[in-house]
């Protein structure tokens, strides 16, 4: 942790972007073991302003809609600033893919994806992001162990 | 042209060396010429000197009326003089011209060889010998307005009154001084010989609706008269004029701008051809009769005249450049149009405007009684446009002038915008049509610039195609064209805020105000689709705090908020934020200067000064934010709204409270003005100055509202700023008392926010507006939307519910919710910053400290070292 998250090969990622349940799951799932920490109640999160929390030895934002709820890492991938839960939640028009849920960093306004992390104007960059759960009313994030 | 073997050796014995022109004269023309040839001469063919009587770098003789309102710089470019082969020597006249030796002699004694010798002398205005005449000045130069400001400053204050300015001459001239006198304080009055004003271009008609407006402003006008005497006292100060019917008209200053006549005495002395009513005569190569002796501009006669216009004389700069280069660019005719610039008076003319053509029509509107003229010229037919002269309203001059020569798809009738008519639209500028006519810019130009230089903008668009960088007349044309460019194009003009909202912002702007809509939701509802981003939600926070103020980050708008108005602080490249609090007019107690020391110190934050005269704290995290701001509120400090597109600060000089040379109190203007509009939001962040005398050390031309300090009163300009794009203000208004001056910051203000697009700055704004700033002052000073009331009431709205940001912050705990680190462990300190010490201070560590484990990483007493390792 502390390193800005690259994925190797971005562009096949960009050019298969069509988003799934599944894929979402595949982005927030990477090797290594995992678990599941509580992290505050639901109750702690305004919708649409961002949030940071420590899960574990992680920095995380968790940004609240609606009806969705999202845990990317609070470091900015360009710089490694940890900012990202101080950036601006939206969402960006995808062909055929409604309107997906983005959120932008605070420093240079990179848009980021908030299902798969992928970036919309820099594709050599990414966005760690993890599973979330409600139980019982607290927000659970399933970072590395 | 080929090399000369008679030529001295020292001049250029070899084809390579660079043939030498020496350019007499500093004007326009020149100043054109030695622009086409450092652009065009990529071979280093020529070297260039050019001798300038004046003590000023060439400047923009047009704009001399603009000098005179409101003191403006109006040096032309200077990359031309910052050329290794061009000279530019000032304050040295040409005496002599020797055209055996090829050499010229100056008044300084210094001889200068040439290849090619270019006469660029312009005029000089007629004076006639009248008896007394020595006492009067001319309106010619920039040492001759800034003498006639300073007179007429001095006569106020000796006299005690308003003093009384007579303009012998009514053409474009006498007009531009007698106006710009009276807005200088002065009472003027003008003597002119024809029946009518501007009767070179106008007809009788037009003329008299002219002369109704300038009634109208206060300047009495003696037609068809000339001035027989000028009577002095005494001390051989001014008393009258005496006019050709015996009347003596009052006059504390006289000034001549009745003609002027070409400098062709150099020319004459060497014995070249000069024509019967003098100036140079030149052929369509622009030689004179010396086939080494060129003529441009002024001095020069074409065809039996002298013009004096600058279009014509770029062009024929022009066509030198191109000939001394080998090519064989001609000069053939001149384009008579011309436009008063004189604000608040509507007059431009063009074409055969007496109808002297074989056959020609009128068509005319005129209502002499309302100042209103209009009237196009057309051919027998009545489809070919020949010619046009508008008072009053020159709305169409713009539209029209390059439909000279062209058939008309309407009715005449129907281009008469006085006539309640609006032009047709689809009438199509030919690529030849010529829309800018000081830099002979055509339609097919401004075409290229769209779609081959890309320019979509009108700014780089008028940058990279010179139109409409002059006298800026052809400006809406410009804007209509490119409008009309980009639409065909498929590039629709789009003005959509971003994906989310398909408005621009001024109307997404007018409909929140209408509707009274008060949240991101109901305005997204309404008008916009998905759940909005980072471009629109900042712009809708925005809007929303200009109409209902209130505290930024409640009622669901603090996830609008972008970066910096979100923390209610600057966050810097770590991830950790700046403080400013507000110093007023940068004047600081040596107590609170220790409050400021001591908090930064306890909380290990670095300190600079900023350009705007107040204090930056550097390095707090986002939790340190309430306890920071606590000991600030406490010591009497509040928000400087560093972080907000808000008014930032008023920066100011000390003024007459301790300066020699201060004539008002500009620090004391400086803090009103900023405790006044603190806290008001705006498309883009805002700056003011407050000058205390025209030294001008608060440097508040460079600022969006700027106020310079007169004996009178104050000036105010607007529309200056620094950053990317430096933009000096222009002067909206001159001599202001504290009220008015307010009054016009107030409306000015405020119609800015109502009408600028998002992140617009107020130079941009005014030069996207039609008309900039004559629009802007009609609005502003003259009211004539009638908004003025509801302008100053928006603001007095704004005023009183204003409400330090912090303060109301440190209030509620619940806002102070929003600056904990973590949401599951708010004690915790955000962590990650690791520190280096330089120049005794902290500052954040590079990648590569952090990465060395070498490097001596520091922490301030409550800043912990990096986390995770």
């Given at each position: 942790m502390g390193v800005p998250q690259r994925r190797k090969d971005p562009m096949t990622l960009l050019e298969t972007r069509q988003y799934d349940s599944r894929q979402h799951e595949a982005s927030c799932l990477g090797e290594g073991e995992r678990e599941w920490v509580p992290v505050c109640p639901r109750a702690e999160l305004e919708n649409g302003w961002a949030e940071a929390a420590l899960a574990g030895r992680h920095q995380v934002a968790l940004v609240a809609l609606a009806d969705e709820l999202y845990a990317v890492s609070?470091?900015?991938?360009?710089?490694?600033?940890?900012?990202?839960?101080?950036g601006i939640v939206g969402s960006r028009k995808a062909e055929g893919e409604g309107h997906r849920p983005t959120i932008a960093s605070p420093?240079?306004?990179?848009?980021?994806?908030?299902?798969?992390?992928?970036?919309y104007s820099d594709p050599t960059l990414f966005l760690e992001c993890f599973r979330t759960r409600i139980v019982d009313d607290v927000i659970e994030v399933e970072v590395p162990v | 042209m080929s090399h000369d073997v008679t030529s001295s050796s020292s001049r250029?014995?070899?084809?390579?060396a660079p043939r030498h022109v020496v350019v007499v004269g500093g004007g326009p023309a020149a100043h054109r010429l030695a622009e086409a040839l450092t652009t065009r001469d990529v071979a280093g063919a020529l070297r260039v000197t050019v001798i300038s009587e004046?003590?000023?770098?060439?400047?923009?003789?047009?704009?001399l009326s603009r000098r005179l309102e409101g003191?403006?710089?109006?040096?032309?470019?200077t990359a031309p003089w910052e050329s290794d082969t061009v000279t530019l020597l000032l304050g040295d006249r040409v005496t002599g011209i020797d055209r055996e030796a090829r050499t010229v002699t100056t008044e300084s004694g210094v001889s200068i060889e040439w290849d090619e010798l270019v006469l660029a002398t312009g005029s000089h205005a007629f004076v006639p010998p009248?008896?007394?005449?020595?006492h009067a000045r001319v309106y010619r130069t920039i040492d001759d307005v800034d003498w006639l400001v300073d007179e007429v400053d001095r006569l106020a204050t000796s006299l005690g009154r308003r003093p009384r300015v007579l303009v012998a001459g009514g053409g474009l001239l006498g007009l531009e001084a007698a106006g710009g006198l009276q807005r200088r304080g002065a009472d003027a009055a003008i003597v002119n010989s024809?029946?009518?004003?501007m009767n070179a271009q106008l007809d009788e008609g037009a003329g008299q609706a002219l002369g109704k407006i300038i009634e109208s402003q206060g300047i009495e006008l003696h037609l068809a008269q000339m001035p027989r005497a000028v009577h002095v006292d005494a001390a051989g100060a001014v008393t009258s004029v005496e006019l050709t019917n015996h009347k003596h008209v009052p006059a504390d200053l006289v000034v001549f701008a009745i003609g002027i006549r070409p400098r062709d005495e150099l020319a004459r002395a060497a014995g070249l051809e000069i024509g019967e009513r003098g100036g140079l005569v030149i052929g369509t190569d622009c030689?004179?009769?010396?086939?080494r002796i060129w003529a441009i501009g002024e001095v020069a006669c074409f065809e039996g005249r002298c013009v004096g216009l600058v279009a014509p004389a770029n062009a024929m700069a022009e066509v030198v450049a191109d000939r001394l280069l080998g090519g064989a660019a001609e000069f053939t005719s001149v384009d008579d149009a011309t436009k008063l610039k004189l604000s608040g008076v509507d007059v431009a003319s063009f074409g055969d405007t007496r109808a002297e053509l074989p056959g020609a029509l009128e068509v005319v509107y005129a209502d002499p009684a309302r100042g209103l003229y209009q009237k196009l010229v057309v051919s027998d037919d009545a489809r070919t446009l020949l010619g046009g002269v508008f008072v009053?309203?020159?709305?169409?001059y713009a539209a029209l002038r390059p439909l000279l020569g062209a058939q008309l798809s309407?009715?005449?009738?129907?281009?008469?915008?006085?006539?309640g008519a609006s032009a047709p639209v689809d009438d199509e500028l030919p690529?030849?049509?010529?829309?800018?006519s000081c830099n002979a810019v055509t339609a097919g130009d401004i075409r290229a610039g769209i779609h081959?230089?890309?320019?979509?903008e009108l700014g780089t668009l008028k940058t990279c195609t010179?139109?409409?960088?002059?006298?800026?007349?052809c400006v809406p044309l410009v804007k209509k064209l490119l409008e009309g460019e980009l639409t065909k194009a498929g590039i629709a003009v789009n003005n959509a805020l971003c994906e989310h909202f398909s408005m621009s912002r001024q109307e997404l702007f007018d409909s929140v105000r209408v509707l009274e809509l008060t949240s991101f939701e109901e305005i997204l509802t309404r008008f916009g689709e998905g759940h909005g981003c980072d471009v629109c939600k900042p712009a809708i926070a925005s809007m929303l705090a200009s109409h209902f103020d209130g505290y930024i980050l409640d009622s669901g708008r603090g996830g609008l908020q972008d970066t910096n108005d979100r923390a209610l602080a600057n966050m810097q490249k770590d991830g950790t934020y700046s403080v400013v609090p507000r110093i007023p007019g940068g004047e600081i107690s040596p107590a609170k200067l220790a409050v400021i020391a001591q908090v930064a110190t306890d909380f290990g934050l670095y300190t600079k000064i900023t350009g705007g005269q107040r204090i930056d704290m550097f390095g707090a995290r986002l939790d340190q934010l309430p306890d920071i701001w606590r000991r600030l509120v406490d010591a009497g400090f509040e928000s400087?709204?560093?972080?907000?597109?808000?008014?930032?600060n008023v920066k100011s000089c000390v003024?007459?409270?301790?300066?020699?040379?201060?004539?008002?109190d500009s620090v004391a203007m400086a803090i009103r003005l900023e405790l006044r509009y603190r806290g008001l939001r705006a498309p883009h962040k805002f700056k003011f100055g407050v000058s205390?005398?025209?030294?001008e050390c608060a440097e508040a031309?460079?600022?969006d509202v700027g106020v310079i300090a007169t004996d009178q009163g104050w000036n105010l300009y607007v529309g200056g700023n620094g950053g990317f794009q430096p933009t000096h203000a222009q002067l909206l208004?001159?001599?202001?008392d504290d009220d008015a001056l307010i009054r016009y910051i107030d409306r000015y203000m405020i119609y800015y926010i109502r009408t600028?697009?998002?992140?617009?700055?107020t130079a941009r704004w005014m030069e996207e507006l039609p008309g900039g700033i004559d629009h802007v002052r009609e609005v502003v000073v003259e009211d004539s939307l009638g908004l003025g009331a509801e302008l100053e009431a928006a603001m007095a709205k704004h005023i009183g519910s204003y409400q330090d940001e912090w303060a109301a912050t440190l209030a509620d705990p619940e806002r102070l919710r929003?600056?904990?680190?973590?949401?599951?462990?708010?004690?915790a300190p955000d962590v990650g910053f690791p520190r280096v010490a330089e120049r005794e201070q902290w500052r954040p560590a590079t990648a590569e400290e952090v990465a060395d484990p070498s490097t001596v990483l520091l922490s301030g007493s409550t800043i912990p070292v990096r986390s995770g390792s």
């Open positions: 609070h470091l900015d991938p360009h710089t490694g600033a940890p900012v990202m839960a101080r420093l240079l306004k990179q848009v980021y994806d908030l299902q798969t992390g992928l970036c | 250029s014995s070899a084809g390579t004046e003590r000023h770098s060439p400047y923009d003789r047009v704009a003191r403006d710089d109006l040096t032309l470019a009248i008896d007394g005449v020595e024809a029946g009518w004003l030689r004179t009769s010396d086939a009053g309203d020159a709305e169409p309407a009715d005449p009738g129907a281009y008469l915008s006085v006539a690529d030849a049509a010529l829309v800018c081959e230089e890309g320019c979509t010179r139109a409409g960088t002059q006298c800026g007349s400087g709204q560093a972080y907000g597109k808000a008014l930032r003024g007459s409270t301790w300066c020699r040379f201060g004539v008002q205390g005398c025209a030294r031309r460079a600022k208004a001159a001599d202001l600028a697009d998002r992140l617009q700055r929003r600056f904990r680190s973590f949401v599951n462990a708010p004690e």
